[in-house]
């Protein structure tokens, strides 16, 4: 690990003031970027948008989120398996609480490039999340139902059978004819 540049020297005499003196981590990455990373996954729902940054804090930082030994296929499958930002948002926010005690407790032990602590990126990925969560879940509702629809038909057809629309079109999500 590089010497801690300047601006996370800083940070770590701030937080020698405020929470004391230990030994605490500093990152290459920056806190800006892991935001950006996570708000720009959110809003396009692309896990192409997870990088190494987002990876790093997700499986440091949150309890409940396993490596699967890389970021994308050979070497793992964190972006395959999180390919639905609805499975990311359920556990995150499974371990809110969790989160929310060590962000109270105070007491970071990483400082990013940028100077940001791991505890103030972790504040932001909780807000973005709460503020993402409904319509993500929607949308993967009719990601899911859409492909369950596509699998049945696929399946349907294989077996010389037309699948037909029943019930009423105008109810959310019903399928026109």
């Known amino acids: 690990m590089k010497e801690p540049t300047s601006t996370q020297q800083a940070a770590l005499k701030r ?3 405020t929470a004391g003196v230990r030994r605490r981590y500093t990152s290459e990455d920056r806190g800006s970027s892991i ?9 396009s729902e692309d896990a192409s948008k997870i990088g190494q940054a987002l990876y790093r804090y997700l499986t440091l930082k ?8 890389g970021l994308v296929p050979p070497d793992g499958g964190f972006r395959t398996y999180y ?7 359920a556990d995150i926010l499974a371990h809110k609480q969790e989160l929310e005690d060590r962000i109270a407790r105070g007491d970071p032990d990483t400082v990013y490039s940028d100077g940001e602590d791991d505890l103030t990126v972790t504040r932001q990925v909780l807000a973005l999340a709460e503020e993402h969560l409904d319509r993500v879940l929607r949308k993967g509702r009719q990601r899911g139902r859409a492909r369950d629809l596509g699998n049945a038909e696929l399946l349907a057809a294989r077996h010389g059978y037309v699948l037909a629309p ?9 399928i026109a004819p």
């Open 15 to 17: 937080l020698e003031k």
């Open 35 to 43: 935001v950006r990373q996570f708000r720009l996954y959110l809003e």
């Open 62 to 69: 949150i309890p409940f989120v396993i490596a699967h030994f």
């Open 83 to 89: 390919q639905e930002p609805a499975r990311l948002l």
């Open 166 to 174: 029943t019930g009423d079109p105008a109810e959310p999500g019903a």
